[in-house]
Nanobody
Framework: QVQLVEAGGGLVQTGGSLRLSCAASGRTFSTNVMGWFRQAPGKEREFEFVASINSRGSVTYYANSVKGRFAISRDNAKNTVYLQMNSLKPEDTAVYYC?????????????????????WGRGTQVTVSS
């Protein structure tokens, strides 16, 4: 059974940093794109794309709102993806979810599409206080 477990969320002040991790189990995802999405309070129907990374870790994409502040990385040996979040703002407050993209998806045109991701974690809360 595939499981994705996020960790590293918490409460931080504006300008602070957090590092999220997402450990996968049940199968290896070394050949899959992995990504992070978030759901802000009051926007429970909206999954906002945050970042994605290809299987080799050589191509990454970011939402404009986090570009320059967040960094996605992965360790295929550990079947884990990370999200380093710096210079956090109150508007970054959300539940953060990691996800694994469906094999064979055209990365360059689907990296930010929720429907192209097959496996999802249960999320970790990030709260940034002002």
């Amino acid at each position: 059974q595939v499981q994705l477990v996020e960790a590293g969320g918490g409460l931080v002040q504006t300008g602070g940093s957090l590092r999220l991790s997402c450990a996968a189990s049940g199968r290896t995802f070394s050949t899959n794109v992995m990504g992070w999405f978030r759901q802000a309070p009051g926007k429970e129907r909206e999954f906002e794309f945050v970042a994605s990374i290809n299987s080799r870790g050589s191509v990454t994409y970011y939402a404009n709102s986090v570009k320059g502040r967040f960094a996605i990385s992965r360790d295929n040996a550990k079947n884990t993806v990370y999200l380093q979040m710096n210079s956090l703002k109150p508007e970054d407050t959300a539940v953060y979810y990691c996800a694994v993209q469906r094999s064979g998806s055209p990365y360059y045109s689907t990296y930010n599409l929720r429907q192209s991701y097959d496996y999802w974690g249960r999320g970790t809360q990030v709260t940034v206080s002002s």
